[in-house]
């Protein structure tokens, strides 16, 4: 949903890699990546068809998981920026690689005449914005050491796709390059690089009704996060609010027949509340008060970069003692 461009670049550069190593095997030597064709006999047309259509399937499966897992990026800058990017990286990623073979044959003599083919080099570069846009959270931790996070599987992929083949090395170092260069607000290459406005529009008119697809209605759309498992992660959030707050009804019905009001702090003895009347009425004294809990900057910077600011997160920091997820639930319930 609202990633037609993400859909054609999974759907049709691997149908045609499939049917070319199933059915038309002879055929490949026209979308190999030969460098020496290009320099020597300027065959540039291999540039775009060596750089789109990946004749490795593992290559194919490996780009097409990190397409969709990308596909984020459409989602959340529309298709437009989100083509321009690839248009960019893809542009700068070709100059980057013909760099890269000339530097590593004058430096250590090695001659490379073919590059893997495939659409790779603005694979690597959505490496970038992934990398410093994309808020990490903790999923599980092993051995009490090693933190899983929304953000692992995604780095386990490009790892086997750079490890795939001899020379990918080069197509991944010039893509990550390419990725920061357009990122980059000094070179202002996204100015440059960019896909002008009617041809969006004309793309939008003819390309977009046959990749788009209707909104799923299987899951209800909670909360603004910017990948699945966020969106995913805010409605067991939810969740647990909505039986926490059934449970302190439960006890205020409790209380209101009794007699008494609720004791806030037993409910929440981690935190103080900013909000609570209550418990203002009931302020202990300066003696009672304990020292003020040393704030990691790390956990700072995590939760600034999920949206909040940073006296919010120093405040839930200090109140959680630390603890990253009951901040971060805290802030997001209040």
Not at 2 to 15: F, T, Y
Not at 126 to 143: C, G, H, K, T
Not at 197 to 210: D, G, H, M
Not at 250 to 261: D, N, V
Request: charged letters at 15%; a positive charge.
């Amino acid at each position: 949903d609202k990633a037609p461009l993400s859909k054609s670049l999974l759907l049709v550069p691997s149908a045609i890699s499939i049917v070319l190593t199933l059915l038309f095997q002879h055929y490949q030597k026209f979308f190999a990546y030969n460098l020496q064709a290009i320099k020597e006999d300027f065959q540039i047309w291999r540039l775009l068809c060596g750089r789109t259509v990946c004749l490795d399937l593992k290559d194919t499966f490996c780009s097409s998981l990190l397409i969709y897992n990308f596909r984020i990026f459409e989602r959340r800058y529309g298709s437009r920026k989100f083509s321009s990017f690839l248009l960019g990286a893809w542009m700068l990623s070709a100059l980057f690689d013909l760099l890269l073979v000339e530097i590593t044959q004058y430096i250590f003599g090695i001659t490379i005449n073919s590059l893997p083919s495939g659409f790779l080099g603005p694979v690597f570069a959505l490496f970038v914005p992934f990398y410093s846009s994309i808020p990490r959270v903790q999923v599980a931790q092993v051995l009490g050491h090693f933190s899983i996070t929304n953000k692992t599987l995604v780095y386990i992929l490009g790892l086997q796709l750079l490890t795939s083949g001899s020379y990918i090395w080069i197509l991944a170092l010039s893509g990550l390059v390419s990725g920061i260069c357009y990122n980059s607000s000094i070179l202002k290459v996204h100015r440059i690089l960019c896909v002008p406005n009617w041809v969006a529009k004309i793309f939008s008119w003819t390309l977009e009704p046959i990749f788009s697809s209707a909104e799923p209605t299987n899951e209800v759309r909670v909360g603004m996060g910017a990948t699945v498992d966020i969106q995913r992660q805010q409605r067991m959030e939810l969740l647990d609010r909505q039986i926490m707050m059934s449970q302190v009804a439960q006890m205020r019905r409790q209380r209101q027949q009794q007699g008494g009001m609720i004791n806030w702090n037993r409910l929440f003895p981690p935190l103080r509340h900013r909000h609570n009347a209550n418990y203002q009425d009931h302020r202990p004294s300066e003696q009672d008060t304990p020292p003020p809990t040393e704030v990691s900057e790390e956990q700072v910077a995590r939760l600034m970069e999920m949206g909040f600011s940073r006296g919010d997160a120093l405040e839930a920091l200090r109140a959680s003692n630390n603890d990253l997820n009951v901040a971060t639930n805290f802030l997001l319930q209040h």
